[in-house]
């Protein structure tokens, strides 16, 4: 269970915060505050797919079947830096679309 930062209760579970994506809100079932995960988390996952991508083929020359490996080891990995190192952010109710 993840800490809300708005309550400081850890009413956030694992399986919520693998899937949240910074462009919606969630609520805290605690205090209703909304949560997310930060915007540079997406900035990073792009940035580092991107490096991966271009070495991938400039290096290693990758047939299709290895990529779709590959994207499915970057998922993973995503998701772990996700868990441990990317902490549940405040949201703002006026950036709720
Ligand atoms: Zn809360």
Redesign the pocket.
């Known amino acids: 269970m993840y800490k809300?930062p708005?309550?400081?209760?850890k009413?956030i579970p694992l399986w919520k915060k693998l899937i949240m994506d910074p462009r919606y809100n969630y609520k805290?079932k605690?205090?209703?505050?909304y949560?997310n995960t930060p915007y540079y988390y997406i900035v990073l996952i792009s940035v580092v797919t991107l490096i991966v991508l271009y070495f991938s083929k400039e290096v290693l020359l990758f047939k299709a079947q290895q990529i779709k490996l590959e994207i499915i080891i970057l998922v993973v990995i995503f998701e772990i830096i996700n868990l441990i190192f990317i902490p549940v952010a405040k949201k703002d109710k006026t950036n709720s679309c």
């Not at 708005?6 to 209760?9: N, R």
């Not at 605690?30 to 505050?33: D, K, L, P, Q, W």
């Open positions: 809300c708005h309550c400081g209760k009413s805290c605690e205090c209703g505050g949560i």
